[in-house]
C-alpha cells in the first residue's frame, strides 16, 4: 500500500490524505502537505482544496490555516458556510479560530498512508 500511495500525484495524496479528516476534525494546509510528502507545500494543498473536483467526499472544508483561521471557501456563503459546517460537526472555536488544541486531526502517517 504504501508504494501505491507514492505512486499517486501530490494532488491525488492531498485528496486522499482530505478524505480522511474524521468528523469534527480539521487539520492545516501545512500539515496535510507534510504527510502528502511535501511539507513546504501548504499553499499547493491550498489549490488542491479549491479546485476540488469531488466535494463533499473530499471534506475540503476541514482543511485550515496554520493558525486555525478560516480561509477561502467557495461553497454557500464562503467563510461563514464553511464554519457552520465545521460547528455542525462539531469543531470546536475560539471566537473565529479554531481551537486546534482541541480539534486538530493527530493521524499517525503510517496509519493515514495504509488507510486509503
Known sequence: MIGKMNSLS???RVYTITRQIPNGNVATYGQ?????????AARAVG????????AP????HRVVAADGSLTGYSAGNGIITKK?????????????L???NH??????KKETVLHQ
Request: hydrophobic letters at 35%; proline letters at 9%.
Open 32 to 40: 496535510v502537505a507534510s504527510l502528502a510528502g511535501n511539507p513546504r
Open 10 to 12: 501530490f494532488r491525488e
Open 84 to 96: 457552520e459546517m465545521l460547528i455542525s460537526e462539531g469543531v470546536v472555536f475560539h471566537g473565529e
Open 57 to 60: 467526499r473530499t471534506p475540503c
Open 98 to 100: 479554531v481551537d486546534l
Open 103 to 108: 480539534s486538530q486531526w493527530s493521524p499517525c
Open 47 to 54: 489549490m488542491c482544496m479549491k479546485t476540488n473536483p469531488d
